[in-house]
Nanobody
Framework: QVQLVESGGGLVQAGGSLRLSCTASGRTFSSATVGWFRQAPGKEREFVAAIFRVPGRTYYEDSLKGRFTISTDNAKKTVFLEMNSLKPKVTAVYSC???????????????????WGQGTQVTVAS
């Protein structure tokens, strides 16, 4: 079992920044994939970013490249999502997800992940 806890969400003005954290506990693996997803009211969950804990390779939703950065502190079993130049349209509940191996295909699909955190609300005011 793996437990994931997100933190760092909140209310921010457009153009501002937030840093989300996802801390894992339990039986974690170094060769894992951790993803961030978001879900706005009335919309489906969508992929934001993912990282292979080792070797740290990253993937992003195309429209977020350059503004969002995913990184990992393996010693602390924590994955971060740095979000800059925030826009109101990114308002959603952000959740991290975990799979114990490298997801080599379709890592943008929520169904590929085994464990999920409870989510943290990100609200960007205009």
């Amino acid at each position: 079992q793996v437990q994931l806890v997100e933190s760092g969400g909140g209310l921010v003005q457009a153009g501002g920044s937030l840093r989300l954290s996802c801390t894992a506990s339990g039986r974690t693996f170094s060769s894992a994939t951790v993803g961030w997803f978001r879900q706005a009211p009335g919309k489906e969950r969508e992929f934001v970013a993912a990282i292979f804990r080792v070797p740290g390779r990253t993937y992003y939703e195309d429209s977020l490249k350059g503004r969002f950065t995913i990184s990992t502190d393996n010693a602390k079993k924590t994955v971060f999502l740095e979000m800059n130049s925030l826009k109101p349209k990114v308002t959603a509940v952000y959740s991290c997800a975990y799979y114990h191996r490298l997801i080599l295909r379709s890592l943008r699909l929520p169904c590929q992940y085994d464990y999920w955190g409870q989510g943290t609300q990100v609200t960007v005011a205009s």
